[in-house]
């Protein structure tokens, strides 16, 4: 999405007559449905008189197009500026330049691509400017099939418009070199300089390369689980960008200069901000720094499907064991046995451990107690059973007992649900997880309420054609069957006159099996996962009445997530239903949240479905 794109000759004019900030400010109010900070405004009076400047040259044709604030595929991310049109060989090509309001850089050589800078009033370390320019431009070329297909040459660049570079500059220290070269460096005084890094690249106008770019159709995205076994060849899968790469710099940081003192980094992050992404980068990173170092969570659907992977890929199954561990394997481990423990699902640690959880005391505990330093990725609002215990609170619990040094920073990027911050915040806010989130969705996310369970079916198995990549999960409202455990004739569940089985028991994961788009997947089999589009069949144990009401007593009597409830409520009735709020309501945001591209609803509740629709609206 394009907040603003004219030509070249119809923004300098824009610009001439004092009015390019305030059509910038209408159409993010249009386009974005959000409202336009001071300070964010200020910045566009200031950068586009600097992009005036540059743009005045003759050598960039006037019927070259400009775009100003494009998103990114499947992020919220924005690129400042871009210059369209085509190159001397006739050739698709553009400029992408990221627009930065900087005075005062300092280079930090111990992190690869991160400086420290004057952000909201404080020193602040993010990433370079070509860094970040560069890493833009390698998200859209990874995410946009038309990039691909038209073999767009896009071209990267940074201009720091108010930056005065001074001799040894921090800014061009040689340790950058790598992604200057990407991305190159403008600064103040250098406009005729950047007017000719354009014009080098942009010698006519052409409107198709801004349409294609704006409208070209998103590729399906790389898989984490495809790509895992590149990553550990040493292949760079998956960019980092703006806190993510900052947050994986740290991590590597705090693992290097690891000492006797225990060392917890605790990293938050809701549903689609890259944190598997992130965790299986560190992993890799860390591997090749010869350190003991080992990827953890308790959910076994996200292991499984990694080290089906690694092992299809010939690495041996020993190996893969060694890297991928349950949450419950630490309870007779030795202080210090592990140079890094990686906690993906951090909120899903348990107490005990074992089948019988009689094993241990407290697996975060064990894990702090195993490792010299521990990294913890974590969503409090991703507790979904009576004996998750991984919240925050309780992490920051045994960083005390153990005398720990504690770091934490938060992964904001968006990544799922095509990057719509406005989706995950609209299911925050009709769920009632949080009644102060922003329900002013803007349609950016292929999602649909159905009049039937089948009707959500057959726009899966369609979706499922292009890549095996689409899935259907539910609420755990209805009995596992036991003697159907392998059986898909077996129907666990059944509505009215559509009848499927639960996802059976499979030599094969089921998020990536071809078969399993007949079976139903629990919140078990696809928490940690992500799919291209997700089908989602809410059950009894959610309806809408005047509010949202849970209601714990319509759960299966098979589910475990809820074991002790009923007991509880019998002592404090209060607490019990809190309790089942809480599980009932993270349950369906998290099975709501799976989906990159698209997800289909449907409510065995009346009221509900009706509720769902009029919020759409």
Not at 38 to 48: D, G, I, K, P, Y
Not at 391 to 418: G, H, M, P
Not at 505 to 533: M, R
Request: charged share 30%; with cysteine; net charge negative.
């Amino acid at each position: 999405m394009i907040v603003y794109q004219e030509t070249k000759e119809q923004f300098l004019n824009d610009v001439r007559l004092d009015l390019i900030e305030d059509k910038i400010e209408e159409k993010v109010r249009e386009k974005l449905h959000r409202k336009t900070g001071q300070s964010e405004f200020n910045a566009w009076m200031n950068s586009m008189q600097y992009m005036y400047r540059v743009l005045e040259d003759k050598r960039i044709p006037n019927d070259c197009k400009i775009a100003i604030e494009y998103r990114i595929p499947n992020s919220n991310k924005r690129v400042d500026f871009i210059v369209c049109g085509e190159d001397a060989k006739h050739r698709e090509s553009a400029v992408v330049i990221e627009l930065k309001q900087w005075t005062h850089v300092e280079k930090v050589e111990t992190k690869e691509a991160i400086v420290k800078t004057y952000l909201h009033g404080s020193l602040t370390e993010t990433n370079h400017p070509s860094y970040q320019a560069w890493s833009y431009v390698s998200m859209i070329q990874d995410y946009n099939e038309d990039v691909q297909k038209y073999r767009i040459n896009l071209r990267p660049c940074a201009y720091l418009h108010n930056y005065r570079l001074g001799q040894e500059d921090d800014l061009t220290d040689s340790c950058y070199e790598y992604y200057i070269d990407k991305a190159p460096l403008f600064v103040r005084g250098e406009a005729l300089k950047l007017a000719e890094f354009i014009a080098k690249y942009i010698k006519k106008g052409n409107p198709d390369v801004l349409y294609h770019i704006d409208n070209g159709r998103i590729a399906p995205s790389k898989s984490l689980q495809d790509s895992l076994s590149a990553m550990l060849k040493g292949n760079q899968e998956f960019v980092l960008i703006d806190e993510q790469k900052i947050i994986f710099e740290r991590a590597i940081e705090i693992v290097k200069n690891s000492t006797d003192k225990k060392q917890v980094y605790i990293i938050h992050g809701g549903p689609g901000t890259g944190k598997t992404v992130l965790a299986i980068n560190m992993l890799v990173k860390i591997l090749n720094l010869n350190q003991n170092v080992m990827y953890v969570t308790k959910n076994s659907a996200p292991r499984e499907v990694y080290k089906l992977k690694l092992t299809q890929d010939k690495y041996r199954k020993v190996y893969v064991d060694n890297l991928f561990k349950g949450s419950g394997s630490f309870t007779e481990s030795s202080n210090n046995d592990f140079d890094c423990l990686i906690v993906d699902e951090a909120h899903r640690l348990n107490e005990k451990s074992g089948m019988f959880q009689n094993m241990g005391e407290n697996q975060i505990k064990e894990i702090i107690n195993a490792a010299k330093t521990s990294i913890f990725f974590v969503d409090d609002f991703q507790m979904v059973t009576t004996k998750d215990i991984g919240s925050t609170n309780e992490i920051k619990k045994w960083c005390t007992y153990f005398n720990a040094d504690v770091y934490e920073d938060t992964l904001l990027s968006q990544f799922r649900c095509n990057g719509s911050d406005s989706y995950l915040s609209w299911i925050d806010n009709v769920l009632e997880i949080n009644t102060e989130a922003n329900d002013d969705f803007d349609y950016d996310y292929d999602i649909r309420i159905c009049d039937s369970p089948m009707e959500v079916k057959q726009l899966i198995l369609e979706k499922n054609k292009i890549n095996n990549k689409a899935r259907m999960v539910a609420g755990y409202c209805w009995n596992w069957i036991k003697d159907g455990k392998n059986d898909t004739n077996v129907h666990d569940i059944v509505i009215g006159d559509f009848a499927m089985s639960w996802n059976l028991n499979s030599s094969s994961p089921w998020a990536i099996d071809k078969e399993s788009v007949n079976e139903i997947g629990c919140i078990h089999t696809c928490q940690g996962l992500e799919f291209d589009y997700i089908g989602v069949i809410i059950g009894e144990d959610l309806r809408y009445d005047h509010g949202i009401i849970t209601d714990f007593t319509k759960r299966a009597s098979t589910d475990q997530s809820i074991k002790g409830l009923k007991s509880l409520y019998k002592e404090d009735k209060v607490k019990a239903l809190e309790i089942a709020d809480r599980i009932i309501k993270n349950t369906y945001r998290t099975l709501l949240t799976r989906g990159q591209k698209g997800c289909y609803i449907y409510c065995v509740d009346e009221g509900l479905q009706q509720y769902l629709k009029e919020r759409l609206k």
